[in-house]
């Protein structure tokens, strides 16, 4: 067996021993590790911040998810994991309570007891935090917090509170059916009090940081490189192998394969849609495609003229050839989009509107008697802006998409893009027409992306309201098992094909370039792959 075959024999036993155990890497028996355990590894984009209340995508939460531990976490198998929670138990689903690991600290050594994790939660509901996630736990249904969330109570009167030091006990209004498994996404991690109040907005720089995770910020360069160095404080830190990991902020797709071949990162952000081909001819072995909870959409502000208009919003989703975009444009294993969840998840089916079988020809002539009856033809073509965060393939997709209305309909379309962060200030305070946003799941359940859409719902860019949808999703929680849920989740989903606040365009695949030596490298379904679990083989 020559090197580069013994090193995917290892590092295939590597990937089969960690898929079957916990988050912490498992190396496998006999192989040999290098000396130099330190990855560096494409981000796609500065973050624009590492406090977990003030973020709302995985380019934070890569990072976050490293250097900050959750009372939970989800295994690979579905199953869910103890992390800073030891144990729990809980009364009719709605009563949990968590026992913290004895002797659990923070980076800097003091201290982390159950009233950290109560103020954290009370941080992230306070409507003066303006957190994107302030209303994830109005959606686990833990008692007040949309009142608060919505200033109608003071944070304290959350449904949480410390029966002592190590324990926490959660109450909710009802059973909620995938409560443990959103127990697990990264604005739920508990945050330093003492820092936070020192620092204020400074506290998660490097020179103020104190995190819970496997690794601690030690440096961060804007526009050039966060650093983590290994947390010895951490729980559980005997089962992690990488000393140091630096997250690069580089969003030129191109420029990032052109640096892992010179040998500067270990796995890339993405793969461009224009190299995948090749790639996984020349380095099939480095190509990795994941199954992926996320939809790529392009996302109307519905208070804004035209787009209050249904016709509009629906006219411009009926005229997308999804086919081409998916199968032509990326051509990865992208699926094209009719709903804007996902057409299985979490034990439930859902069905895209019967427009979607359509012959393309039927679907225009609809489109554009749609837009007649809206007022635009060809003498008073409708045009807008559509506005994309900078990346070569959200660029293709934006052209490709434009070239089809302009054709199809006759609409017109300027393109415009914006850096990732200043794209997020620009939808959040409603500056926009349409705007290409994408969604990764939060946990195993449609609920996920439909509440993006619910009435008074913090991450509800588009404006939509609709009383309907809303009773949908609130029937949606109190059901008793996936199928029940399920027929909620289609009522909801059949509304948002008819009023389309978004286009979804397409599900996607994760895919990354991961050098031969890095083993326990392992994407899950809902895009995160943690540096804790892999190590660097001796090459």
């Given at each position: 067996m020559n090197q580069h075959s013994r090193l995917m024999a290892l590092l295939a036993a590597g990937i089969a021993a960690a898929c079957s155990g916990a988050y912490a890497a498992t190396v496998p028996q006999g192989a040999a590790l290098a000396q130099k355990q330190e990855l560096v590894r494409n981000n796609g984009s500065e973050p624009a911040s590492l406090d977990p209340h003030k973020v709302e995508s995985d380019v934070e939460f890569n990072i976050i998810s490293d250097v900050f531990e959750g009372l939970v976490a989800v295994k690979r198998d579905g199953s869910i994991e103890p992390r800073l929670a030891e144990k729990w138990d809980n009364q009719n689903n709605t009563v949990w309570t968590f026992h913290?690991?004895?002797?659990?600290t923070w980076s800097d050594g003091e201290p982390m007891t159950a009233e950290d994790i109560v103020w954290s939660w009370q941080r992230l509901v306070d409507p003066k935090t303006v957190?994107?996630?302030?209303?994830?736990?109005?959606?686990?249904n833990i008692e007040n917090a949309a009142d608060i969330a919505n200033g109608k109570k003071p944070p304290s009167s959350l449904g949480v509170k410390a029966l002592d030091d190590n324990t926490v006990q959660v109450m909710l209004t009802q059973p909620t059916a995938a409560f443990l498994s959103m127990l697990a996404h990264p604005s739920l991690v508990p945050i330093d009090k003492t820092a936070v109040q020192r620092f204020g907005d400074k506290w998660a720089r490097p020179e103020h940081f104190v995190g819970s995770g496997a690794y601690k910020v030690v440096d961060w360069v804007v526009n050039e490189k966060v650093v983590g160095e290994r947390n010895k404080r951490y729980w559980d830190d005997a089962h992690t192998v990488i000393n140091k990991v630096t997250w690069l902020p580089i969003s030129?797709?191109?420029?990032?394969?052109?640096?892992y071949k010179a040998g500067e990162i270990d796995i890339t952000n993405t793969i461009p849609i224009n190299q995948f081909a090749q790639l996984k001819k020349t380095l099939p072995e480095e190509v990795h495609v994941s199954p992926l909870l996320a939809t790529y959409y392009y996302e109307f502000n519905t208070s804004r003229p035209p787009f209050n208009d249904a016709r509009v919003r629906r006219a411009l989703n009926m005229a997308l050839d999804k086919d081409i975009i998916a199968d032509k444009v990326l051509a990865q294993g992208q699926r094209p989009a009719w709903v804007l969840s996902q057409p299985e998840i979490g034990?439930?089916?859902?069905?895209?509107?019967?427009?979607?079988?359509?012959?393309?020809?039927?679907?225009?002539?609809e489109a554009k008697k749609l837009l007649e009856a809206a007022g635009f033809n060809a003498q008073h073509p409708l045009q807008f802006n559509l506005l994309y965060n900078t990346m070569e393939s959200h660029q293709r997709i934006a052209i490709a998409a434009s070239s089809m209305w302009q054709k199809n309909l006759g609409v017109k379309v300027k393109l415009q893009n914006q850096e990732w962060k200043t794209m997020l200030d620009t939808k959040h305070a409603g500056n926009f027409e349409v705007?290409?946003?994408?969604?990764?799941?939060?946990?195993?359940?449609?609920?996920?992306?439909?509440?993006?859409?619910?009435?008074?719902d913090s991450q509800n860019t588009s404006r939509f309201s609709n009383a309907d949808y809303d009773n949908a999703l609130a029937n949606a929680a109190k059901a008793a098992d996936a199928a029940e849920r399920g027929k909620y989740y289609q009522q909801a989903e059949t509304i948002l094909a008819e009023e389309a606040p978004a286009i979804p365009l397409y599900h996607y695949v994760r895919t990354h370039l991961v050098k031969p030596w890095i083993g326990g490298f392992y994407s899950n379904n809902l895009g995160y792959f943690?540096?804790?679990?892999m190590y660097i083989l001796k090459h």
């Open positions: 913290l690991r004895k002797g659990i957190s994107p996630y302030a209303s994830y736990p109005a959606n686990m030129s797709e191109t420029a990032d394969v052109n640096r034990g439930a089916k859902i069905t895209p509107p019967d427009y979607a079988s359509w012959p393309r020809e039927k679907r225009i002539a705007v290409r946003y994408s969604w990764n799941a939060d946990y195993d359940d449609a609920s996920t992306f439909l509440n993006n859409f619910r009435t008074g943690y540096t804790k679990d």
